[in-house]
């Protein structure tokens, strides 16, 4: 279903993608583009590149960051695009078809393996989802044993991955280097008291056993002493099973779990129906941002954390 998709699109881009395009003012000098997967790390790129790069953000903010169908106007966004940043480990492969298929010799940098990657666990999936991923291969899902793509939500791991950008970005502009570099410091420090903050507030919950959504919060959980009793939804954005259903809510009995979440870029219905089976408060937790409200890469973890504060005091 993709790949017609794809092809039908490369025709667009063909027709459209003429470099010297009239509406475009001429004396402007062509900055370098830099495509990047999704907000938090395109709020990160962005703020690094200063006004040296033309960095674009490719998932419209809303939307979950597993298997997104990017539209016609979407591919000619990223046409010509330089450097293309991705989370990796497969999860948002398909902004990577996306912005090959616009700039065929574009440079694809994953972040989360430069970031001390981690795979998920047992834990975040469960035996039954273990099970259905076993018998049903070729699904994206996010079984135990495979390496966790979601490391944007640690603010540590952030961090390293503002030294990866600062060097790919030079490499795009050795000119602007120092810039790159001295605005990466910059975030850099603000993450670090994104961090501080966040590692104050824990140290006051009560609570510690949580059961989210889908399995986007490893590295926040494990940055911040929390436990994950189970996730909901071990294939993000398809509907669990019965008997999934039936495992989680055992989980959550046998655990002690203190609340659940849903995610708003993903139906919240399974979330609700185990959180009134087990009698729990069920929040929301956002693992992407960019909306009204979590418009920057801190007031998005800071919005989590506040969430946190209330569901686990
Ligand atoms: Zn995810």
Known sequence: MFRP??????????????????DKPTDAVAKPRVAVSI??????????????LDVVLILPPGKSEHGYEPTPKEVAR?????????????????AEKLVKTASPNVTSLELA?????????????????????????????EE????????????????????????EFTRLDAASAEGFKTRGEEVKKSLAALHADLDASQK???????????????????????ELAAVIEPFPGREPTAKYMAEVLEAV????AAALFSEPQLDRAPARTVADQAKLPLFELDPVGGTPGVESYEKLLRSNAAVLEKALQ
């Open 5 to 22: 998709l794809l092809l039908s699109l490369l025709g667009l881009v063909a027709l459209s993608g003429c470099p010297k395009d009239k």
């Open 39 to 52: 907000f938090p790390l395109h709020d990160i790129a962005k703020r690094v590149a200063g006004d040296r």
């Open 78 to 94: 990223v046409a010509d695009s330089k450097l293309v940043v991705l989370a990796g480990f497969s999860m948002d492969e398909w």
């Open 113 to 141: 393996p430069k970031c001390q990657p981690q795979a998920f666990t047992q834990d975040h999936v469960g035996e039954a989802a273990a099970a259905e991923v076993a018998k049903d291969d070729g699904d994206e899902g």
């Open 144 to 167: 135990p044993g495979a390496m966790d793509p979601h490391f944007w939500l640690d603010p540590v791991r952030m961090q390293t991955a503002i030294d990866v950008l600062v060097t």
């Open 204 to 226: 006051k919950w009560t609570k510690r056993k949580v059961v989210t959504f889908h399995a986007s919060m490893g590295y926040f959980i494990g940055r911040y002493n929390l």
């Open 253 to 256: 009995k046998k655990t002690g």
